[in-house]
């Protein structure tokens, strides 16, 4: 007995702590997921349901741009069956050390346990130049932001309950019909329940896509049935704002906003002094009343801005669990769209009297 128990000690010991499976992964007929972000963990575990559990590695309160890879993600890494990853080259500064380390060969880049999120998305801002470190933080395959896009969200979940049933086949059926109830639910917070009834979900993406949305509501007299996140932002399209991060592309294209300027000078690029005073002038000269940017970035320039300016800066996490209000990918978007909504909206005239 002595013995025996000598063998398992050395064993143990000669696998190291990597070797054993950190207690998120246990679980009987449940695949062990990793997602990069919070967003993608959110839509897998919605897709997914009971059949997955999932870890995320950024949190949604920090920039997931720079992300620490650290052991401890290592070790998550290690039991996974599957790494799903935002793509695009956001993760690029730490993705490769932690599958590295992970040691774990089931998630390699070339198989069946890593899944690129990206593939079918809309891109947007992709270089048509060769991209070069003087450019600032430009990502040479687009802007990899895409998921603030609520139509990118919706195929971004089509494509991991795909991915889920290549890995599960048993459960396939219930990834499909998850899929559907969050794609279901994703349309309603966009159109409105009424009109995702009458025209259907899929209609009114498509027509959406084509930039025929609003011909097909005023054809069919639907126009006042238009609710959700559409409705409420409908009255601010072709409204300018500023950024703080070329972070928001996505989401202002979505809903027909116009971004006048960033404050960064160029992506990842600190604002100058010169810079910040070039776009309090821009501000004044264009009507320009709101900034929108994300909790993690330094709030000296954009207050500086508004104490000169008057405009709005208006705080929301792209991310969720970024604040309290993102619990889930609805809320975060529902939230961004509240606080844009409530900072657009023309100051009430004063009473007459």
Known sequence: MKWKTMVVL???AASGPVGLAPAWAYGADRLAVVT???????????????HVKVMSIASGAEDPHFVSAKPSFMMTAREADLWIAIGMELEIGWEGLILEGSRNPKIRKDSKGYLDASHGVLRLEVPTE????????????????????????RIVAKTIAGRLAELDPGHAEDFTRNLRAFQQTLDERMFGKELVDEVGGDRLWLMELK????????????TSKLGGWAGKMLPFRGEKILTYHK?????????????????????????SPGHVLAVIEQVKSGHIRTLLMEPFYERKAPDLIAEKTGLKVVVCANSVGGDPAAKDYF?????????????????SEPERR
């Open 10 to 12: 050395l064993t143990l």
């Open 211 to 222: 930039g025929g949305l609003q011909g097909l509501l005023d054809e069919r007299h639907l």
């Open 331 to 347: 809320t975060m978007i529902g939230n961004v769209v509240d606080k844009l909504a409530a900072a657009l909206k023309p100051a």
């Open 130 to 153: 060769k991209v070069t470190r003087t450019m600032g933080d430009v990502h040479p395959l687009g802007n990899p932001h895409y998921w603030l896009d609520p139509l990118n969200a």
């Open 36 to 50: 990069t972000t919070t967003d993608l963990k959110c839509i897998t575990e919605a897709v997914g349901g009971d």
């Open 247 to 271: 972070s928001w592309t996505y989401f202002v294209n979505r809903f027909g906003l116009v971004v006048a300027d960033q404050l960064e000078p160029k992506p990842g690029i600190p604002p």
